[in-house]
Nanobody, 126 residues
């Protein structure tokens, strides 16, 4: 089992940047593929980015490609989502997620993940 705690959310102007962190406690992070999802008011939870257990492979939803970068440091037990050139459509609650059966072909499937953080709010003002 792992416990996930997100931090780094906040209010930022359009065009700005935020860095979200996910702290992983419990079992070794290297046992889990990791992902970031987001949910805007009135919308379904959406895949944002996923990363393999040792960070060698990552994937993104098209809308954030080239603007967001996911990374991980298993020794520091953290997963980071660097978000640049933010726009109003990025406003959402962002969730960190982990799963032992998360691989490059199923990053985008929320049901693949067994553990979720409580979420952190990101608000982008236009």
């Amino acid at each position: 089992q792992v416990r996930l705690v997100e931090s780094g959310g906040g209010l930022v102007q359009a065009g700005g940047s935020l860095r979200l962190s996910c702290a992983v406690s419990g079992d070794s992070p290297s046992n889990y593929g990791m992902g970031w999802f987001r949910q805007a008011p009135g919308k379904e939870r959406e895949f944002v980015a996923g990363i393999s257990v040792y960070g060698r492979h990552a994937d993104y939803v098209d809308s954030v490609l080239g603007r967001f970068t996911i990374s991980r440091d298993n020794a520091k037990r953290t997963v980071v989502l660097q978000m640049n050139r933010l726009n109003a459509e990025d406003t959402a609650v962002y969730y960190c997620a982990a799963g032992p059966e998360v691989y490059s072909y199923n990053y985008y499937l929320a049901r693949t993940y067994d553990y979720w953080g409580q979420g952190t709010q990101v608000t982008v003002s236009s």
